[in-house]
């Protein structure tokens, strides 16, 4: 076993030091050192997207990352999304849109949704659908979360 | 593309509306709880061993190099598990024979598929533990693997069990080991006398490949073994009894000794009922004298679980000139796996059971093949099925000119229609599914472009009722607690509290639904068969009746009258004199006047009508690659009564792309010595949200007379149509009949290439 490593990142806007083995991906080390657990483990080879997060901004699978390669790194996770009163737009509507129904996959799928709506506040359909193409879901159809991405632009771009 | 509803008459406060379910700010914030999430003080990490081969026999198994690794505190292998008898137990959903579902979770003499377990690792770190697993050191016997249903079937084909003999359908059994485990037969009417009268008869052949059920969560289980014998085990299950039983079954203990704490559930449809990870984890566990977590991964969870049976099947089906149906006859082969038990009687159950055939014929085989035990996969049995059956028919129309829609109108099974396996309908909702995409904008509406094809098909599955137990508690500020033992995977907390709260006349978001464990709330099945909304709502409904009654009972001591006078009324207690009270008035004085105030109901008796789907589909097939697009889809379901109309339309959407990814797609592909060539989500294609339209809804409400608010349960038929309405769309977009699962772009390539060639010269 090679010796851990002292890594220092700002997760979800606290800086943060933790400890790893350099062959600990930066999933393993969110869920089983941090306990970050609402980022999901769903194939561990970057095809579904549970496991979905923001590192500087941009979207990862967090399985396909090394943990020693975050070290000076900005991460966003679910946990960070919502404020301590509310929850963040888009978790209000997957919430009214039945956008979710067994939730494994839903955590991926804001973190991406959200990163899409920063990048591009009026996607069309298809920008939507394409951009999520990386997260999976076997429940909902998709339409519900599709439905519920157009939802939250369309009440942003009221405002 | 919006969403249509039937408009109904509102009888209803709280059903039909849409609530925001009450385990969903847990869920959009990661805080929900998982399989894998669990973790408990001491906790080590576990990772198993998997054959590599899909026939062989163990000759011996080493683990000594495994326990020397530094870090490494337990390994299980077969020695480790008791000699259970091959004893035959009820789980729910069916029946289940002790011995083969042991040798399932850890092979003993033989593997029968790669992946078979053959040891687990109980170590300081996943890492270590994997390792671990890979330094013990087995010898194998390596025998030749079996993987077609028909080869399994023959003769001279290697034998998979030594003890499985034929089990003839009601009765007899064969004398000599076969991979032909049982034959189901079923007949009604004269076939041949049918068949005479027919003007038009189609008879075809089907393949559909081995598929899984793709939940996105893969099995996680963690036990914790006291040193006075209890067991604990936190997972993520269907059925939080069933696992407790098969757990303690397969490990020799009492049902007391185990406490199953159910965790959130990652998506399951059928796949998380049998046990797999949990007797491993426990004697892990009891050897380590640690708690002991054990988690799939992906490739673990394509190999090691039970997907659905590759089937072969062949349909014959006369029609008169009217477009009667005078006969029907179907041979159904299914693989069962490893193990017997495929879900070869639901298949041969649902095959023609959309329409009133009035002279069929159906046989069944279900098949042992080196390939994973097969498990439930939503509506178990009858999307092969109906592949064929809604194929042939299309053809029938076809040939005699006749609109699909009005051929399945004509011939619709309806209340008193009797089954070819024998079971007559009550009221059923079939015909009206139909009316549903006939009247449809989707289906009147005119589909333009070359290479463009509408198809449709019908499906049908029975639903199920078995037993549940929900515990009630009134709370003084006017809200009610519910327990409750099943298992939430899509918003069942939601569905069921909602009746609780319409029999009380109260708001869905004045109860709060919990999931307890099996030492805290009574039996209750799994969640499967489309049962929860309809039993464990009816358990909800006798709560509330209960808990109706005592507050009536409490009113009446507060009056000072009889309690005859008493009643309960629109969510108020009233009694004599005008005087009343409103739930949360009344709920206010318990505390003070009396015992607390608990309802309990239990339900078992009840059994579901069944449900059925019709669906349309609009697809657009390219001529040079085979790729099938799918441009439009509309699905019409009889929901009885869709208690929280999202979360139906939730089941309605869902179900149908997985049925797109198994019309497809999705399929396991094998080398020829059993080994899965495409054991990840990177070949394994589920589809993706860039695969597929919005899909359409159409609820239809026949309500099914079995339940007091007229519930259906509706999660699994919508899956049934999709692969023959996609068929049947391919066929009217580029003249090929597509007879074989999935109708990827290779399959459907051959056949346009193959008709080329058979087109005469121009």
Request: aromatic share 6%.
């Amino acid at each position: 076993m090679a010796k851990k490593r002292v890594v220092s990142a700002v997760i979800n806007g606290e800086p943060t030091d933790f400890l790893c083995e350099p062959r600990q991906t930066l999933l393993e080390v969110l869920r089983d050192v941090l306990d970050f657990t609402g980022t999901k483990e769903g194939c561990s080879n970057g095809n579904c997207g549970a496991c979905t997060v923001r590192l500087n901004g941009r979207i990862v699978d967090s399985c396909l990352v090394l943990a020693v390669e975050c070290d000076g790194a900005e991460i966003e996770t679910i946990e960070g999304m919502a404020g301590p009163d509310a929850l963040h737009p888009l978790q209000q509507a997957f919430l009214e849109g039945a956008a979710l129904q067994c939730g494994i996959c839903t955590p991926g799928f804001l973190v991406a949704a959200k990163a899409l709506l920063e990048e591009n506040p009026n996607p069309t359909e298809q920008q939507i659908r394409f951009f999520l193409a990386g997260n999976l879901c076997r429940c909902t159809g998709y339409d519900k979360i599709v439905r519920a991405v157009q939802a939250c632009a369309a009440a942003a771009s009221e405002h | 593309m919006a969403t249509v509803e039937k408009q109904r008459q509102r009888k209803y406060r709280v059903l039909g509306t849409r609530p925001v379910r009450h385990d969903g700010v847990d869920k959009v914030t990661g805080r929900a709880r998982y399989g894998a999430d669990t973790h408990l003080p001491g906790m080590l990490y576990a990772a198993m061993l998997r054959s590599p081969h899909a026939h062989a026999r163990i000759v011996s198994i080493d683990t000594s190099a495994a326990e020397a690794m530094p870090g490494v505190h337990a390994v299980v292998t077969r020695e480790d598990f008791p000699d259970v008898s091959n004893r035959i137990v009820e789980l729910g959903e069916g029946a289940v024979n002790l011995g083969h579902l042991s040798q399932n979770v850890m092979a003993r003499n033989k593997v029968l598929y790669k992946g078979h377990a053959v040891a687990a690792v109980a170590a300081d770190s996943i890492h270590i533990a994997r390792e671990a697993a890979q330094r013990i050191r087995v010898e194998y016997e390596i025998l030749p693997p079996v993987l077609d249903v028909l080869e399994a079937m023959s003769d001279d084909a290697p034998v998979l069990n030594e003890d499985v003999r034929t089990e003839e359908f009601g009765g007899g059994t064969g004398d000599r080991p076969t991979n032909v485990a049982k034959h189901f037969h079923y007949e009604k009417g004269d076939v041949e006398a049918g068949f005479a009268r027919a003007a038009v008869i189609v008879e075809r052949e089907f393949r559909t490949a081995t598929v899984h059920q793709g939940y996105i969560e893969p099995h996680a289980a963690t036990a914790l073994w006291n040193p006075d014998g209890h067991v604990t085990i936190w997972t993520c299950t269907q059925g939080s009894f069933t696992a407790r039983q098969q757990t303690a079954e397969l490990l020799g203990l009492p049902v007391s000794r185990v406490r199953v704490i159910p965790t959130e559930i990652g998506g399951g449809f059928g796949g998380k009922i049998s046990v797999y990870l949990e007797p491993v984890a426990a004697l892990l566990a009891k050897k380590s004298g640690r708690p002991v977590k054990l988690v799939m991964d992906r490739s673990e969870v394509l190999e090691g679980t039970g997907p659905t049976p590759g089937s072969y099947i062949r349909v014959k089906m006369g029609a008169d000139r009217d477009g009667r149906i005078t006969a029907a006859e179907a041979y159904l082969a299914y693989e069962a796996g490893a193990f017997p038990g495929s879900p070869i009687n639901p298949g041969c159950m649902c095959i023609f059971a959309c329409y009133d055939v009035p002279n069929g014929r159906i046989d069944g085989y279900d098949v042992c093949v080196n390939k994973p035990r097969t498990n439930a996969y939503r509506a178990p049995g009858a999307t092969n099925a109906a592949f064929a059956a809604e194929t042939v028919i299309d053809e029938i129309c076809e040939q005699l000119g006749m609109d699909p829609l009005e051929f399945r109108l004509k011939n619709a099974a309806v209340e008193g229609t009797r089954r070819i396996d024998g079971v007559t309908y009550s009221r059923i909702g079939m015909k009206e599914t139909v009316e549903a995409i006939l009247n449809s904008e989707h289906y009147r509406s005119e589909l333009k472009g070359p290479n463009r094809g509408r198809g449709v098909a019908s499906g049908f599955w029975f639903n199920v009722g078995l037993k549940s137990t929900v515990v009630a508690t009134v709370n003084p500020d006017g809200t009610v607690s519910l327990v409750e033992g099943s298992t939430d995977i899509g918003g069942t907390r939601t569905s069921v509290a909602m009746q609780l709260a319409e029999t009380l006349g109260i708001a869905a978001e004045d109860v709060q639904p919990l999931v307890a464990d099996t030492d805290s709330v009574g039996y209750t099945d799994v969640t499967g068969g489309s049962r929860v909304t309809f039993s464990t709502g009816i358990a909800a409904i006798e709560a509330a009746k209960d808990i109706q009654r005592q507050m009536c009972e409490r009113a009446a001591l507060i009056w000072d009258c009889p309690v005859d006078q008493v009643r309960y009324e629109d969510g108020r207690v009233v009694g004599p004199d005008g005087q009343a009270f409103t739930f949360k008035e009344l709920a206010a004085l318990v505390p003070s006047t009396g015992e607390p105030i608990v309802g309990r109901g239990t339900s078992g008796k009840a059994n579901q009508g069944g449900a059925f789907a019709t669906e349309v589909v609009d697809v657009e097939v390219d001529p040079d690659t085979g790729k099938v697009q799918i441009l439009r889809f509309t699905v019409a379901q009889d929901a009885g009564c869709a208690v929280h109309p999202s979360y139906v339309e939730g089941q309605m959407q869902g179900g149908v792309v997985q049925g797109i990814g198994w019309a497809l797609n999705e399929e396991y592909i094998y080398d020829d010595q059993g080994r899965m060539l495409n054991n990840t989500f990177l070949d394994y294609r589920i589809p993706t949200c860039y695969d597929v339209p919005m899909i359409d809804t159409i609820i239809v409400e026949v309500p099914d007379p079995n339940h007091p608010y007229g519930v259906r349960g509706v999660g699994e038929v919508p899956i049934v149509p999709p692969p023959a309405a996609i068929a049947n769309a391919i066929y009217r977009a580029v003249g090929v009949r597509m007879d074989r699962l999935p109708m990827s772009p290779p399959r459907v390539l051959e056949k346009i290439l193959q008709s080329r060639a058979a087109a005469p010269a121009q």
